[in-house]
């Protein structure tokens, strides 16, 4: 009983969890209240040991000297052949030699029903007796289940200390982060192949360096030589799962505690139900893949994590734009720098409205979220300061790091961007704030209607900080950069109004 009370404590590998906050002079670690101490730990184990050893032992000295006569045969070659066959009872044991073959001189008492005194016999041990009579002794069976226990309660521990016995090889520290006291074990990643997506993995495995990423990919073989660079060890773990199937994303997500949504694209068509219309010739359509598999995530954010968090269950990457295609005529007049870009003029297979509308499954899903809503993304675009805005007036650049890094600080540090929807640019070579509190606390939450005419202000701002000298993003072609535009230099894609647009979407994780 001793045993298996001790063996079920904590091990040393489980009594480092740590609190791990993020204070102004850097990471801060101290024990929980609840974690034990390693000394208890190995005090146990060792008492585990010592009461296993010593349990065995006495039990098997009493099962050895309760009943010899089940332990020995005593031969009855050197008795009298004229004296029938009697039980004898002990008198003495002398045992000559040692180990299992050792030969005992044992004298015996003839019963009383005979004129027999004593005879001395040669006995020799039994291979395979059992001691019947000790095991049915009440005693004798306590201590026997008392061995047994031991050696369970050895075998349980072992098992919980993977195979070391109070850091014999290794202590493991099992930690989590704590976000305002919470913990936060497990996050999710989709699009995880893509060019950000890979970013934010990576951002999340340094800068959080006990939380297991789940990397939602379609082709693992694929995601493990584009994410093999990361040294992450067993806190990566890649998941074969298909965005179109909604039972696959919701048992994915059912164990996570967060959802960084990186994916963009469309559906393949090659569902039971696009198959159907193929075969009576009708053409599928063509699904973007926020419609159908955020809402699942949303609603399994949702039904898991039924308490309130510290951080946003679902921090989505959208897009800076989304809401341009439907503004009003003398909105778009007014605000032209922002109305008029290459991506909102041709708002390609309707991308825009398609995230606009992810977005707002997002919101009325009834889980916690922060959408983030970056302006252009560039690979060659230098590290810098993010500058948050509302009301989709933000044009601009920023890299993909810069993006990356706001999407995890979102969901790592900051606890003023549940519930808001913001834009993001950057300014590159400025250093990035220590907190971005003061930013978020500005921003209002997406149950607040934003005032006109502070968006107006913001948009006269933002509009000061554009790429190049000429400061004028509608006369922008698509494909063109801003250093094209200053030097009258064409495009990628052609003349403004003639650009070529791919015929196809892009891909999901693009």
């Given amino acids: 009983f001793f045993s298996l009370c001790v063996s079920a404590m904590p091990l040393a590998n489980e009594s480092t969890i740590l609190n791990l906050s993020y204070a102004d002079n850097g990471l801060e670690t101290q024990p929980l209240p609840r974690a034990p101490s390693q000394r208890l730990n190995s005090l146990a184990i060792v008492g585990v040991l010592v009461g296993s050893v010593f349990g065995y032992m006495v039990a098997k000295t009493v099962a050895q000297h309760s009943s010899p006569e089940a332990l020995w045969s005593v031969s009855p070659r050197v008795l009298p052949s004229t004296v029938p066959t009697v039980t004898p009872h002990l008198a003495s044991v002398a045992v000559a030699g040692t180990g299992p073959h050792a030969a005992k001189t044992a004298t015996f008492a003839a019963p009383e029903s005979t004129d027999l005194t004593y005879a001395e016999v040669v006995a020799s041990p039994v291979a395979g007796a059992r001691t019947q009579s000790s095991v049915a002794q009440p005693w004798g069976r306590v201590l026997l289940a008392a061995a047994m226990a031991g050696v369970l309660g050895v075998a349980y521990a072992y098992r919980r200390s993977n195979g070391s016995v109070a850091g014999s090889r290794h202590i493991e520290f099992s930690c989590c982060v704590l976000v305002n006291g919470q913990e936060l074990k497990t996050v999710v990643v989709t699009g995880a192949t893509g060019r950000t997506g890979q970013l934010v993995i990576k951002a999340l495995l340094e800068r959080a360096d006990d939380v297991t990423v789940k990397a939602l990919v379609r082709d693992p073989t694929v995601a493990r030589e584009k994410l093999q660079s990361l040294e992450a060890g067993h806190r990566l773990k890649l998941v074969a799962c ?161 993006v990356a890094d706001v999407l995890v600080r979102m969901l790592l540090d900051e606890a003023g961007c549940m519930g808001k929807t913001f834009e993001v640019v950057a300014m590159p070579d400025l250093a990035k704030p220590q907190s971005y509190e003061q930013q978020l606390t500005r921003l209002v939450p997406d149950t607040q209607a934003l005032d006109e005419v502070s968006v107006e202000a913001q948009y006269n701002i933002l509009q000061q900080l554009l790429p190049g000298e000429t400061l004028q993003p509608n006369k922008l072609a698509m494909g063109q950069t801003y250093e094209q535009l200053d030097k009258g230099e064409t495009g990628r894609l052609g003349e403004r109004g003639q650009e070529k647009i791919p015929t196809t979407p892009f891909g999901r994780n693009d």
Wanted: net charge neutral.
């Fill in 242 to 402: 298909n965005l179109e199937n909604e039972s696959q994303v919701s048992a994915v997500c059912s164990d996570a505690d967060a959802v960084v949504w990186c994916a963009s694209g469309f559906t393949s068509g090659n569902s039971l139900a696009d198959r159907v219309k193929k075969l009576v010739g009708q053409e599928p359509e063509k699904k973007d893949i926020d419609s159908v598999a955020l809402p699942v995530i949303a609603e399994a954010m949702k039904l898991h994590n039924r308490e309130p968090s510290a951080w946003p269950r679902v921090v989505m990457l959208s897009s800076a734009g989304v809401t341009r295609p439907v503004w009003p005529e003398e909105k778009k007049q007014r605000l032209i720098g922002a109305a008029d870009i290459p991506i909102v003029r041709l708002n390609p297979f309707g991308v825009l409205d398609r995230k606009r509308a992810a977005e707002q499954m997002l919101r009325d899903s009834g889980a916690s979220y922060t959408i983030v809503r970056p302006t252009g993304l560039n690979d060659e675009q230098a590290p810098g300061r993010p500058i948050f805005s509302q009301g989709d007036v933000a044009v601009g650049r920023i890299s993909r790091s810069d």
